[in-house]
């Protein structure tokens, strides 16, 4: 019986590829040809556990709802309210709380919806294998798998522990989503040497991959949370998730109102008691001032502008798991991304051939679709050579089904798929060929020979591998030129194949062909970039985001393709994972600036590399659809993953998902992001203008000698009516056009930023002003407080209905812009008038605000002196404009 233990069996994980098939089944106590008896499986289950990752708790309405009150914004309205609730101002306690309570059902609503529950788990609980059990093939759960099974492999099978090899025949499998090698492995048997990394391990078979071609039989060796799955699951979970720049920037922004706030109590403490006021009365004017100095429109017009930015990237492609994630977006730096099919389409294309009499000659067209042009097709070399292709090939051209479009598929290996588009383009009936030249035996392709060849009923044995392998079989004199012209080809990172052709009656070995094969040219394939990719990775460039290549593939093909993006330069090196190995930290940060592609790196080197760029201060979004990519989508500022091929714990692990798996939809959810930060800016600066009007206001008061210009219900109708009605709106503006344009945010700007502080510096001193010298003038003419206070009360309103048009662009002239691109903000300020004009005409209404009905004469005169706050900001726009040559926000 097996009495290794569970930690035994984990130590062994790294190992078992280098012993044989032989010392792997001694190990396990199976026989491969028998697999395991029912008491076996029962008692390795007992020891083992289930073969399932271990899944963290979804998510309960609770903790999202607990998770939005974490904010020293929401902090310091808490502690108001409780201070007015001490001071028996129940009503304001309770207006304040209700906004915290809002804040918080929007945010958890939304991020609720966003949530998805689905994990590795129950993917792979569902999962069907075919296993050996007492000598009888059995379909099983993959979660039911033990250490020791006999797993049973064929073409489309999906892998469900990880195994080590008995048998294989032609077996390639897919790894691209655990190691990132985009073509499908061929495996082999054999032990091999101890020091090979995941990658080259060709005698197993891992958890989450996909058999793509061929059979085999593999002996489990590691389940769950011992596979390499679960290892990367291991990291994933030990990844700390940063706090976005928008909660950082929230956190500073809190800390400075609480400072703030205090400085404001105890001027307003001095300044009471220099005028020998009431001290009941002075902590009454100063506690109502601290109120006032939070914005409490705040929290709850973030939310909304984070949810719309939500639903907005969500009609272009991006699916937001975390509300956050949609402003840190906007603030990207630095974007890494994967290459296939993100940045190209994951469809091998044939682009160039080589003849041995030294031509060279390309061919259009990309993808699986046979539509292009060979060039030289009707020269009878290129005839054969393409009928090479067509013969030594497994793999088989799927045209669209009807109704569809240009939907062409491969069934087998991409690279043999390429080969059956490259003759179909070139006008051979690929049907008809494979008919009349009919398969009569065959070498299968052998990952140590790196060749394959067919035997055909019209007396020829076509041979397909690597050049190096092909033209071993070759005569000497065709060796120098045609190795000179693969490494050539091999230079332009395409993946080169060279064909052959040996006359013969039989197939037996390779011996019998060494020295006759007829060597019939070369091919170089590579998989295309995504048309749209370039265009978005030149809009990155131009808004100052810098973006890096993180692949499986080779470094030179990486490189290749990096620079036909434009994400390399001539100067730009590529880096792989054993180079990455080698260097120190610091080392890695004085290269980081000339890297563009990291390739064939483990997933804890891709977590090394955006810990090594958030050193540097850079806001980094990785995407990824791998298992191996998950621990680096959860430890970047934000993870996409990918939403058609991306695995579900990457899906997991990412704040965001994108449904068509297009570079080209990050960028503009990037966009979308900008445009949320870009409204954020405008609604901070709205807010805090307002209310630090009302605060420089009452304190001019203080300090004059005058009369409170305001009473506390009608500050409270200015900071929850007046203001509410138009912040959410603010938050609805549509794109500026020039987002794409500017640089990145900074990861330590200041939601009040130097250039929103100055804009404050001028309105808010204005806004004050103006209202403070309507109040003193009026009182001088001996018209009645009360009439005063509601002719005060009512110019604040119209000054700050200007201000919001003032807030829509920092140097666009708000007369140009006009209300109609925004019918939400029109909408919001046409409600506003109304209530405003109820305060003031209705009875109730007016009896409950303190406020006489006023005359239109007046109400003319007070909508001029208002407008005053508009034209002095187009002024200063217009000076902007003149010295900075800005267009736009």
């Not at 993100?342 to 699986?368: D, H, I, K």
């Not at 093909?557 to 054993?578: E, F, H, K, M, V």
């Not at 958030?614 to 621990?631: K, L, S, Y």
């Amino acid at each position: 019986m097996l009495d290794r233990s569970s930690s035994e069996c984990s130590s062994m994980q790294s190992t078992w590829h280098a012993l044989s098939e032989a010392a792997a089944a001694a190990a396990l106590q199976v026989e491969p040809r028998q697999g395991l008896n029912a008491a076996q499986v029962a008692e390795r289950r007992a020891q083992h556990g289930r073969n399932a990752l271990p899944e963290p708790p979804p998510r309960s309405m609770v903790s999202l709802a607990a998770h939005q009150f974490r904010s020293p914004l929401i902090y310091l309205l808490l502690a108001a309210a409780l201070l007015a609730l001490a001071l028996g101002h129940a009503r304001d306690a309770g207006v304040i709380l209700l906004v915290v309570l809002v804040n918080a059902a929007i945010g958890t609503v939304q991020e609720g919806r966003a949530e998805r529950s689905m994990s590795a788990l129950r993917r792979l609980a569902a999962l069907q294998v075919r296993v050996l059990r007492d000598g009888q093939e059995q379909a099983l759960p993959a979660a039911d798998l033990v250490p020791g099974d006999v797993l049973l492999l064929a073409a489309g099978d999906a892998v469900g522990a990880d195994a080590r090899l008995m048998e294989c025949a032609q077996l390639q499998v897919a790894e691209a989503t655990l190691t990132g090698e985009s073509a499908p492995v061929a495996k082999a048997l054999g032990p091999l040497p101890e020091a090979h990394g995941l990658a080259d391990r060709h005698n197993m078979v891992f958890a989450g991959t996909q058999v793509s071609a061929g059979r085999g039989r593999a002996l489990v060796v590691a389940i769950g949370p011992h596979t390499e799955v679960g290892g990367i699951a291991r990291l994933t979970s030990a990844a700390v998730e940063p706090p976005t720049p928008l909660e950082q920037r929230l956190a500073r922004l809190g800390r400075a109102l609480v400072v703030a706030a205090l400085a404001l109590f105890v001027l307003v403490l001095l300044l009471g008691l220099w005028r020998q006021l009431p001290l009941s009365l002075v902590l009454m004017v100063a506690i109502s001032q601290m109120v006032s100095m939070v914005p409490e429109g705040l929290p709850v017009a973030m939310t909304i502008a984070l949810a719309v930015g939500m639903q907005r990237m969500a009609a272009r492609g991006a699916l937001i798991r975390r509300l956050s994630a949609v402003e840190t977006l906007g603030s990207t730096t630095t974007i890494c991304s994967d290459k296939t099919g993100t940045l190209t389409r994951n469809e091998m294309t044939a682009v160039a051939l080589w003849l041995p009499t030294g031509q060279r000659l390309s061919v259009q067209g990309s993808g699986y679709a046979p539509v292009g042009a060979v060039e030289g097709s009707e020269q009878a070399q290129v005839q054969t050579l393409l009928r090479a292709a067509l013969l030594c090939n497994d793999a088989e051209l799927l045209p669209p089904e009807e109704g569809e479009r240009n939907t062409w598929q491969v069934l087998g290996d991409p690279t043999e798929g390429a080969l059956l588009v490259l003759a179909a383009k070139a006008g051979l009936d690929l049907a008809a060929e494979r008919n009349q030249a009919r398969r009569r035996a065959e070498l299968p392709f052998d990952s140590e020979t790196q060749m394959m060849a067919t035997l055909h009923a019209d007396g020829g044995v076509w041979i397909k591998g690597a050049p190096e392998a092909v033209l071993g079989l070759c005569p000497p004199a065709a060796r120098a030129s045609a190795l000179a012209a693969a490494a050539q080809l091999a230079g332009q990172a395409l993946r080169v194949l060279a064909f052959a052709r040996v006359a013969a009656d039989a197939l037996e070995d390779w011996e019998a062909l060494r020295g006759r094969a007829q060597l019939l040219g070369l091919v170089g394939q590579i998989d295309p970039p995504r048309d749209e990719a370039r265009a978005a990775v030149a809009e990155c460039q131009r808004a100052g985001i810098r973006v890096l290549m993180v692949t499986g593939d080779h470094k030179l093909t990486g490189l290749a393709i990096a620079r036909q993006l434009g994400i390399a330069g001539p100067d730009s090196r590529a880096l792989d994972g054993q180079e990455l190995a080698c260097l120190n930290e610091g080392e890695l940060q004085e290269l980081l600036p000339e890297v563009a592609v990291f390739a064939r790196v483990q997933p804890a080197q891709k977590l090394r590399i955006v810990e090594a760029l958030q050193a540097r201060g850079e806001v980094v979004a990785m995407t990824g659809d791998g298992v191996n990519d998950a621990p680096a989508l959860a430890r970047a500022d934000v993870g996409v993953a990918m939403g058609l091929s991306g695995t579900e714990v990457a899906k997991s692990a990412a704040k965001i998902v994108v449904t068509d798996d297009n570079f080209a939809s990050i960028v503009g959810a990037v966009e979308q992001g900008r445009v949320v930060y870009g409204n954020l800016k405008k609604l901070i600066l709205y807010l805090f203008a307002t209310s630090l009007a009302e605060v420089l206001l009452l304190l001019l008061a203080l300090m004059s000698g005058l009369p409170l210009p305001l009473a506390a219900v009608q500050i409270l109708w200015i900071n929850l009516v007046t203001e509410g009605t138009v912040t959410v709106n603010l938050v609805m503006d549509p794109p500026d056009g020039d987002e794409m344009r500017r640089r990145p945010v900074p990861r330590n700007d200041r939601l009040l930023s130097p250039e929103l502080l100055r804009r404050v510096a001028l309105m808010t001193p204005l806004i004050a002003g103006l209202s403070f010298a309507w109040f003193a003038w009026r009182l001088s003419q001996g018209a009645d407080e009360t009439l005063v206070r509601t002719e005060t009360f009512t110019l604040l309103a119209m000054c700050q209905w200007f201000n919001v048009l003032n807030c829509q662009s920092a140097t666009r002239s708000a007369l140009r812009l006009g209300l109609l691109r925004n019918p939400w903000l029109l909408g919001g300020l046409s409600l506003s008038v109304l209530l405003q004009a109820a305060v003031l005409y209705w009875t109730p209404l007016a009896t409950l605000f303190h406020t006489q009905a006023l005359p239109a004469p007046t109400l003319l005169q007070m909508l001029v002196v208002a407008s005053v706050v508009l034209l002095a900001e187009e002024g200063r726009k217009a000076w902007a404009r003149r010295h900075t040559g800005a267009a736009g926000a």
